[in-house]
């Protein structure tokens, strides 16, 4: 996804005012992308800033060849700044850099362009240098922000931006070109419904791990329905041990919310949504063992224990806090 | 890209732009130096964005061979290891290799590197000269200009133009000034006639480059050219060049700032008044900006004293040339007075106040060029 026609073909609204935009010469000050992940944010980005500093463009087309053009695809143009979180946020410091580097004139041309990926993950304080000078922008810059989760910025900060609100991706698009790359039914579906980034489904499809924690999640659910008294053993022999990271956790944790959205499913008789198509049998049996307002109450506990590890609660205990109440 | 070097020339040349890399940079490509082999000679790149310098090695000067076997091309190499490779290499001459995959092969004597290379398209295209923008000054004028007025550029970053010193041509003068807004300093030279149609009116330039350009530069009679352009401005001196981005914005008018009358004038030599209030700050605390007060007396002599309760005080009597006007007493910075006493570059000054609470001016005697402004400190 690298021109505007590929854009406009998943988001054909946001293409459009931003052609229009820079045909007509009125580019905002601020934008702020919002979108889950793979609806092209920062492809959406990456393309208007090439708009911006490219010399040879075909209507609103970058030309992607000129020397400005390929040093903002390799991250080396002087005058775009991409600032990504540094481990779990974005630091003062890093603003603070920004900030400088704005007082300063262009090293190339007096266009700039700052890049905020992740924008939600800006601390307080972060946020607060930021507004500073989104307030007060020089002549000729123009800052993105990136988020796939607008509400967790400041809302002084969105008032500023222009919000670009990106369309989800159809998850049964994704699914029909993995299941073109040759993954099993049940598989595409499942991945399709985690990612909307193609490569990485590829990857995750093509992973031992994944499969492996697919049947650790199912196995969990069984060990809670037949042998609740084992769950504690079977988080520390068998899920711990598996899913080391953080992120693993995360990505078991998202196995488990979609397991028990199907049970969920299968109570409404919305047989179509389900997920996991190759364990109806025990689905079906699940949903004799848990009732709705069961199934409700887990799902919440899930995202709760998502909510934890996020803010480095140790996984072990979320872990153990969860079962509790999903054993109940 | 090939050539074959003198190892020395090299080295020397490396080590004057290994000065504007940085390892913390957030572009890439800046962590490497670019060299660049034209017809001319080889040429050096580095720069971590705000200054960038470049050093040129000539084919041949004065008939001594530097360069030889010239084949046009360009490379940019990790100046993480490229130094330290240069300055181990066991030979007088070293020859450097770039092939189209951008593989880089350093030969000297029997030993033979092999380093990746990065693509001289990535790196900042820096801006043209425009030789019309551009006038010329003695080096070392120049590193006084520096020294006289860069002291007094902002360090906080709350009014980010303040940390720039302002550089403007005015009716045919070249005026350099600096200010944090608790004092100024300025420096004001004629510009010759050659060089008196020059566009551009007033520019900031950043103090922490120009601190930077003063190391670089040696003392000398030699010229060095400058020259401005759209966002950054150019030191030239024979075979180095140092680029500096500029500061954006408006720097604020300082004219005004400036008293015309005074109220009382005193005269006195520098050194004598600069060792007194040296002295005098040593009991001045720093959490409260070191202040030292001065009071005219009788005969012209000046007081100089400074009291902080829990240490004790200090007074002194410095005999001045002269004093003329109202009697006195005001209170400032010793530091600031020490900064610019040292600035004034003459043995005698002449500092003109109008009142405790206005700021005072201090001059060298009989000359209008340097000026320097500090604001006094309000005591009860």
Redesign the interface.
Known sequence: MKTWSDIASIQPLAARMLTNSLAKQRVSHAYLFQGNRGTGKKAISMVLAKSIFCRHKNGQEPCHQC?DC??IE?????DV??IIPDGQSIKKEQIL?L??E?????????QKVYIIEDAEKMTANASNRLLKFLEEP?KQTTAMLLTSNSQAILQTIRSRCQIMALKPLNPANLQKQLQEEGLSSSNARLISALTNNVTEALEIGHDDWFANARKIVVQLTEVLQSKPEEAMLFIHNQWMPHFKERQQMQRGLDLLLLWFKDIVYSFVDNEDAVIFINEKDKLSQASLHWSKQETTDALQRILEAKRKLEQNVHPALAMEQLTLHLKR | MKFVIQRDELMNSVQHVMKAVSSRTTIPILTGIKVEAGEEGIKLTGSDSDISIESFIPKEEDGIVYVEQIEQGSVVLQAKYFPDIVRKLPEKTVEIEADNHLKVTIRSGGSEFHLNGQDAQEYPQLPQLHTEDSFELPTDLLKNLIKQTVFAVSTVETRPILTGVNMKVEEGHLNFIATDSHRLASRRIPLEEANSQVKFSSVVIPGKSLIELNKILEGSEDSIQISVTENQVLFRTKHLYFLSRLLDGNYPETSRLIPEQSKTVVHSATKELLQSIDRASLLAKESKNNVVRLMTKENNQVEISSNSPEVGNVTEEVAAQSIDGEELKISFSAKYMMDALKAVDNEQVRIEFTGAMRPFIIRPIDDDQILQLILPVRTY
Not at chain 1, 74 to 78: A, D, K, Q
Not at chain 1, 102 to 110: D, P, Q
């Open positions: 020397k390929q040093r390799s991250g080396n143009h002087p700044h991409w850099h900030q400088k704005f007082t300063y004139t262009g090293l190339e041309s007096n020089s």
